[in-house]
């Protein structure tokens, strides 16, 4: 096996068998796009195309957030408690840690998040009655664009996460929440609900993905060594 | 450079403008077990992560095997080490952890490997449970099996014993110095403890304010004390021996401690003569002990009085 795969696969391990984050993410993608799709629902007044443009804005900050959440554990958690100095005197480098780390984050985070869309789903239709057909925007949406942000998120954040101290830490996890509310309003001007999801948005929306995927390879990739170890509480 | 396992070279290194090493060189041969020394805050750690690639040196160079483990990944694969956090995952059996390093090592059979340490450590009977349950002791036993589990040439072992009880430190000194013998492997000890590195180490390096003070094997530092000393226990009081004694010609000085001598000599081929000099006055001797220092003397005045003790 690559030390890409016995990485990424012991991150997804830890991050199945951490409580508390699992429970956190389960209350959050579930009660957060289920609040939100019945708002849209209600608004919708049954237009399903509405309700499934309103399910597609909601998914992207709720990815972005999933990636956070586990990047906690992967990433923060492993830096200040020292772990991450052993891992970093292993013969791999410090791009492929930060790259099996941030792929075992984005597994269990696309799952929550597959579950979250499952139950936003059958929350409307049971509720309002409005049906949500499987379009191939949609499903395309859930299958590529979803898994490309949560990547660039967990990418991102873990990144960041190696690279500064503690105290800057927490002013990111600050930034964080306000940029999480940001992009929840960005995504409903991108995204508007009357006129359903797109196949222009949905391009635009990969794109953006693939960018902020490439930014943290390149962020990651300026990452050093010592940078870390200095930056250990 | 790499007829030694470790060469330190002019290393120097400031943190902020604040100098922490300066000009510090050494070697450690293959095989040996070496005791790095010095005080909280001396650089020790910061040594070892120089050696080991995480920070850069300031100015000098370093090797281990003979290469910069900075730039060649590969060879990181023949060096193990052991930092004060035992880099195990809390919520990961034991053996999960083992396996996780074999993984990133690339192990070969690491099943049997893993059984073959976690025997050796004496945590068999809990390989499958979560690490988040052993005590501290038990944590760094398998730190030391993390560490050594790809077979190293190398091992850095940073203070393996703080935080332990006298029972665990004993027994995580017992286990390095098998683990030395068994695998073959060059042991870099950083200690503040002398006592365990005058055990177990064969070479030392004692480092104070950015400095190597000292540099030499345990057995020539201790000999090395200027003035032969015996130390002889008498069967009776030994204040009158002195009276005795303090008249020849090769004793400089005689104290009497109970019925314990300790006379210094002139001459340090004069121990015969201090014995049959005494038994001729009527002592009766038990034991003659020939006195080394104790690396703690040695450390202290390398290091000074105000930072010293363990
Ligand atoms: N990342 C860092 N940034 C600034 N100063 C540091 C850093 N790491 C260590 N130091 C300082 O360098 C000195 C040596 O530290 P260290 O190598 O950990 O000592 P030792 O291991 O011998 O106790 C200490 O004074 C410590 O405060
Ligand atoms: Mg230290």
């Known amino acids: 096996m690559s030390t890409f795969a016995v990485i990424a696969r012991r991150e997804i391990r830890l991050a199945l068998r951490n409580r508390s984050a699992l429970i956190t993410a389960f209350i959050f993608s579930i009660w957060f796009p289920v609040m939100s799709a019945l708002g849209i629902a209600a608004g919708a007044e049954g237009d399903a195309a509405a309700v499934t443009a309103g399910i597609t804005t909601i998914t992207l900050p709720v990815a972005v957030f999933l990636g956070y959440l586990f990047c906690a554990d992967a990433f923060l958690r492993e830096k200040r408690d020292g772990t991450i100095e052993t891992l970093l005197c292993a013969p791999v480098s410090l791009q492929r840690l930060w790259e099996g780390k941030a792929a075992g984050v984005t597994v269990p985070a696309y799952v929550m998040m597959l579950l979250s869309a499952a139950v936003s789903v059958a929350a409307i239709s049971g509720l309002t009655g409005v049906s949500i057909a499987a379009e191939p925007l949609l499903i395309l949406h859930f299958v590529a664009v979803v898994p490309i942000w949560i990547g660039a998120s967990a990418g991102l954040i873990g990144a960041a996460q190696l690279a500064l101290g503690m105290r800057e830490n927490q002013i990111l996890g600050f930034v964080f929440i306000f940029g999480f509310i940001f992009l929840i309003v960005l995504f409903q001007q991108i995204v508007p609900a009357e006129s359903g999801i797109s196949a222009a948005t949905e391009a635009v929306l990969a794109a953006v993905g693939l960018a902020l995927l490439a930014l943290a390879r390149f962020i990651a990739g300026k990452v050093t060594k010592e940078r870390i170890v200095r930056t250990i509480p | ?310």
């Open chain 2, 1 to 310: 450079m790499g007829v030694n396992a470790v060469e330190v070279r002019g290393l120097s290194r400031s943190f902020d403008g604040r100098d922490i090493l300066r000009d510090v060189s050494f070697t450690v041969g293959h095989g040996e077990i070496f005791g790095y020394l010095g005080p909280n805050g001396a650089g020790k750690t910061t040594t070892i992560r120089i050696l080991l690639g995480l920070l850069a040196p300031g100015a000098g160079e370093v090797r281990v095997l003979g290469r910069d483990l900075a730039a060649d990944d590969d060879a990181r694969a023949r060096v193990g080490v052991l930092f004060e956090n035992n880099g195990l995952a809390d919520r990961m059996s034991a053996a999960g952890n083992l396996a996780y390093y074999a993984g990133l090592y690339g192990v070969e059979d690491p099943a049997e490997r893993i059984d073959e340490l976690l025997a050796l450590v004496d945590l068999a009977d809990r390989r499958d449970d979560p690490v988040g349950t052993f005590s501290t002791g038990m944590k760094r036993k398998l730190g030391i099996a993390r560490a050594i589990l790809h077979r190293p040439e190398v091992v850095f072992f940073d203070e393996p014993s703080s935080g332990l009880d006298p029972g665990a430190q004993r027994m995580v000194r017992d286990l390095i110095v098998e683990l030395s013998r068994r695998e073959e492997m060059t042991v870099f000890l950083n200690s503040h403890h002398l006592d365990e590195v005058q055990r177990i180490c064969s070479t030392v390096a004692i480092l104070a304010e950015g400095r190597i003070r000292a540099f030499d094997s345990v057995a020539n530092l201790t000999r090395a004390s200027g003035r032969p000393a015996v130390t002889l226990s008498l069967a009776g009081p030994g204040d009158r021996a002195c009276e005795v004694v303090g008249n020849l010609p090769y004793v400089t000085e005689c104290d009497a401690d109970g019925d314990h001598l300790r006379c210094t000599l002139a001459d340090p081929g004069a121990t015969p003569d201090l014995v049959a000099a005494l038994v001729g006055a009527g002592f009766r001797i038990e034991e003659v002990r020939r006195s080394s220092r104790s690396l703690e003397e040695i450390y202290l005045e390398h290091v000074g009085q105000a930072e010293g003790g363990a």
